[in-house]
């Protein structure tokens, strides 16, 4: 029961991760499209969001390396 419990707190974090990780993703494409020569538009990070991310895509890499 307990480890059925933990299982499914890592599967809710993993895919809290990878849709944050999906976010900021999105967000830089957009930005990288509506961007140009004339008029650059920089995606910028807070320092929060810039550990959130870097978390996330910690933890997806580790996950996903795990299951292969």
């Given at each position: 029961m307990n480890l059925q419990l933990l299982y499914n707190f890592y599967m809710l974090v993993f895919f809290m991760s990878l849709l944050n990780v999906i976010r900021h993703a999105y967000y830089l494409i957009q930005?990288?499209?509506a961007s140009t020569e004339e008029q650059?538009?920089?995606y910028r990070l807070?320092?929060?969001s810039l550990w959130i991310?870097?978390?996330s895509?910690?933890?997806v890499i580790t996950t996903t390396v795990n299951l292969i």
């Open positions: 930005a990288w499209i650059p538009i920089k807070n320092n929060t991310l870097s978390f895509l910690a933890y």
